[in-house]
């Protein structure tokens, strides 16, 4: 077991599906506290939706952890935020104190009561959390910060409880942390060699290392404008359209 003391959880999250929009799109971001045990699964906990199958949810994303940490700096940048009054703002799953994207390295593995959970990814921030704070660049906001959040695959199933502390109990990739793949995905974007490395990171889901392959093999950043925005890609003189990697990891 690695050393590293136990974090409790401030809140275990489960969320239905409700509109986020005048056009009446159904998401699962707008979670609550689960005031028992609550069964997860290969691909969630019981009781726990999302809209967008194709771009959320699934066992890369069953899990979605968001740092209580940063709420106090998210409250010095946008002031009194009702949202921001409770856990669940960013529609996490997983809200706790003393974990954030520069602990947390993909391939982590933690012990949730009888779950055991694997750090598969950043979170890629959304058009849904525009409408959910209604500020039209709230995902920008997340993305540009780092405050992102990360996601589990789950390897072992089983309850859990609100009360439940995790364990860290296996490090294989400590040199990549969420926050350094948030620095090559959207700092040092075109870094060659971590590109490489991305590519080659075998315990990243496919689109994520193809993601990277993709800039290696272009010398260009993709457009984040859809999956940030929720606009239609615009056209490009050609007739190719921008934006037409968001079906790549977000959400």
Request: proline share 7%.
């Given at each position: 077991m690695v050393e590293q003391a136990p974090i409790a959880l401030d809140a275990l999250l489960i969320g239905t599906l409700t509109p986020i929009d005048d056009r009446g799109t159904l998401s699962g971001i707008d979670k609550h506290p689960a005031l028992g045990p609550v069964h997860l699964g290969t691909t969630g906990f019981a009781g726990d939706h999302q809209g967008d199958l194709k771009r959320h949810g699934g066992p890369d994303k069953a899990v979605h952890h968001y740092p209580r940490d940063h709420y106090e700096a998210w409250v010095k940048d946008?002031?009194?935020?009702?949202?921001?009054?409770q856990p669940g703002a960013f529609g996490e799953n997983i809200s706790a104190l003393g974990l954030t994207e520069r602990d947390v390295a993909v391939g982590d593995q933690f012990r949730l009561g009888k779950a055991l959970l694997e750090v598969s990814q950043g979170r890629q921030p959304c058009w849904k959390l525009n409408?959910?704070?209604?500020?039209?660049?709230?995902?920008?906001?997340?993305?540009?910060?780092?405050?992102?959040?990360?996601?589990?695959?789950?390897?072992?199933?089983?309850?859990?409880?609100?009360?439940?502390?995790?364990q860290l109990v296996e490090r294989r990739y400590p040199e990549w942390t969420i926050a350094r793949l948030w620095h090559y995905l959207y700092v040092d974007t075109l870094?060659?060699?971590?590109?490489?490395?991305?590519?080659?990171?075998?315990?990243?889901?496919?689109?994520?290392?193809?993601?990277?392959?993709?800039?290696?093999?272009?010398?260009?950043?993709?457009?984040?404008?859809?999956?940030?925005?929720?606009?239609?890609?615009?056209?490009?003189?050609?007739?190719?359209?921008?934006?037409?990697?968001?079906?790549?990891?977000?959400?």
């Open positions: 946008l002031g009194s935020v009702a949202r921001l009054e409408r959910r704070f209604d500020l039209p660049d709230m995902a920008r906001r997340v993305q540009q910060t780092g405050r992102t959040g990360w996601y589990y695959r789950v390897i072992e199933t089983g309850l859990v409880s609100p009360g439940e502390r995790m870094n060659r060699d971590a590109l490489s490395e991305i590519a080659d990171l075998a315990i990243l889901p496919p689109n994520w290392r193809d993601y990277a392959a993709k800039r290696l093999q272009t010398r260009a950043v993709e457009d984040w404008s859809r999956r940030l925005d929720g606009e239609a890609p615009a056209s490009t003189p050609g007739g190719a359209v921008e934006g037409r990697d968001q079906s790549l990891p977000n959400g």
